[in-house]
């Protein structure tokens, strides 16, 4: 390979002694471990793991209930006129009996008195004041649901492991609990390290650049459904990052951005090693995310992140996410999709090389999927694929990544959505 090479990179040995982006991806999976199951009000417990089995506590609907404003009626009566006995609204206990001659006025949700055989929506009568015409053709059993028809008591709804979503919530209060047994979300802590950074609504002095990772961490952690990550920052030295550790002691997962790599205020790697976490890896052959570092200490999982903005979003896109959810009790594997390239992209000789991209839809496209590639000047650069939906997975190798080539790619966040 020459210098010329456009595929050519710095440092191939050590590249090649990296470990590879599918190995970190499993480490991250075998480090997390799912937290401890917790009761949790009903109203938080969206999108997480149930952690117990929900029995319908009695039949649903528990009367039968009219499913229209209308009258009920026996079907004897089709094209009748018949008495009005009274009215029964939904919340009512309804006492009193229909019969050949005699009906109720009923409410959508109110239970059908003994002796319903149908309810006439209110649309389809005549009504003269205490009597109601009935229409001719009345089928039996019409707007009706039986007790029990949509559940019977006692039978198994949700099972353990099944992620609670708004309609889970809603059988789970059907059954009566304000409150479920879960597997809780786990708590982020995002560490910003670097003397150049002043937050956004700061004006920078020379050499200074406004922290984007920060915000950046913040968000993607809620856009996860985690409670807002507490938000320290470090400058370059030990003990400042020693007391920002020591601070986020009660997070499951810490998240350290900049200071990771080979600079002489890279003090990350020293950080953790002094703050009594193992490294389970250092150095990722991917780009962007090189210089990726994780270690535990006990049960916290610590996330070194690469300061470099971009960097730092692809590594919280498949790593941090992967852990979180195996934190969360669900299984970490992000979903592969298929699509095309519509551009070329140079491939990496040594490292995998994760391409910002938009996924378009596209019926002739092989996997459904055209792959806009977004590629910016560096692992910096947030700017060219800001309005990336995907990160397009591009093997090492030599060359380029041809048009139509068709390759692996992964939602960024909630994706697909329009561009
Ligand atoms: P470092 O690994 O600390 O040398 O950081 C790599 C690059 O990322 C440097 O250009 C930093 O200024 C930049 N950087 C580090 N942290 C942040 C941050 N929170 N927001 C934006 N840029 C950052
Ligand atoms: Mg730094």
């Given at each position: 390979m020459t210098a010329s090479d456009p595929s050519a990179e710095a440092g191939l040995p050590e590249l090649r002694r990296m470990i590879g982006p599918d190995e970190a991806l499993q480490l991250v999976a075998q480090e997390a471990v799912a937290k401890s199951p917790r009761t949790v009000p009903l109203a938080e417990s969206c999108g997480m793991q149930l952690a117990e089995t929900i029995v319908a506590?009695?039949?649903?609907?528990p009367f039968p209930r009219a499913?229209?404003?209308?009258y009920a009626i026996t079907?004897?009566?089709?094209?009748e006129t018949v008495d009005v006995l009274g009215e029964i609204a939904a919340g009512e206990a309804g006492s009193g009996r229909v019969a050949p001659g005699r009906c109720f006025e009923i409410m959508t949700g109110a239970p059908c008195p003994a002796g319903t055989e149908a309810v006439v929506p209110r649309e389809q009568i005549r009504r003269d004041a205490a009597r109601v015409t009935l229409p001719g053709r009345i089928v039996p059993g019409q707007h009706i649901a039986p007790q029990g028809s949509e559940c019977p008591g006692g039978k198994t709804v949700l099972r353990s492991g099944e992620t609670i979503s708004p309609l889970a919530v809603a059988v789970i209060a059907s059954c009566g609990r304000d409150t479920v047994r879960v597997i809780p979300r786990p708590r982020l802590a995002v560490v910003t390290t670097g003397r150049e950074l002043v937050p956004p609504g700061v004006a920078p002095t020379m050499g200074q650049i406004r922290d984007s990772n920060g915000p950046m961490l913040v968000v993607m952690a809620r856009d996860l459904g985690l409670p807002a990550p507490t938000h320290r920052h470090a400058d370059d030295r030990l003990e400042s990052l020693a007391d920002t550790l020591h601070r986020s002691a009660q997070a499951d997962i810490v998240l350290l951005t900049g200071g990771v790599s080979v600079g002489n205020y890279d003090l990350v790697p020293k950080a953790l090693e002094l703050f009594g976490a193992k490294t389970v890896f250092h150095k990722v052959r991917q780009k962007p995310g090189k210089p990726l570092l994780l270690a535990r200490k006990d049960k916290q999982l610590l996330f070194g992140l690469p300061g470099n903005p971009l960097a730092t979003h692809f590594c919280f896109h498949r790593y941090v996410a992967a852990a979180v959810r195996r934190m969360e009790g669900k299984p970490s594997g992000l979903h592969a999709m298929q699509g095309e390239l519509v551009a070329p992209v140079d491939r990496k000789a040594a490292r995998t090389y994760f391409v910002a991209a938009c996924a378009e839809h596209a019926k002739d496209a092989t996997g459904g999927w055209r792959l806009r590639p977004l590629p910016g000047v560096s692992s910096a650069d947030v700017f060219a694929p800001c309005s990336a939906n995907c990160y397009i997975e591009v093997p090492s190798g030599k060359g380029v990544a041809a048009t139509a080539e068709v390759l692996s790619f992964t939602w960024i966040g909630n994706a697909p959505w329009p561009n």
């Open positions: 506590d009695r039949d649903y609907p499913m229209m404003d209308g079907v004897a009566d089709a094209g």
